[in-house]
């Protein structure tokens, strides 16, 4: 079972930015992929960034080109850096962890409000 810890949640106004971090309670050498998946209200969770390995990273259209996903293998963290934010960023972020072979962890979520 691996435990994913979030925070950098919080309230900003449309065009600013926010830094969103995820700690794992196990190494990082046996975790394949971290990410970021996110859930705006009365919608589906998405998928806003993954991080495969060291560094083959996937974003959605969404975000691309204002968000960043880095991974600390000595930290055993995941971050998530978005600039130019949106009103339509808001949505409950949560990080996601896929185990070697294919075991899938999900954190309680964290709350991201941009107001316009």
């Known amino acids: 079972q691996v435990r994913l810890v979030e925070s950098g949640g919080g309230l900003v106004q449309a065009g600013g930015s926010l830094t969103l971090s995820c700690a794992a309670s196990?190494?990082?050498?046996?975790?394949?992929?971290m990410g970021w998946y996110r859930q705006p209200p009365g919608k589906q969770r998405e998928l806003v960034a993954t991080v495969t390995g060291a560094s083959t990273t996937n974003y959605a259209d969404s975000v691309k080109g204002r968000s960043t996903i880095s991974r600390d293998y000595a930290k055993n963290t995941v971050s998530l850096q978005m600039n130019s934010l949106k009103p339509e960023d808001t949505a409950v972020y949560y990080c996601y962890a896929k185990r070697w072979p294919n075991n899938g962890y999900w954190g309680q979520g964290t709350q991201v409000t941009v107001s316009s």
């Open positions: 196990e190494s990082s050498f046996s975790i394949i992929t």
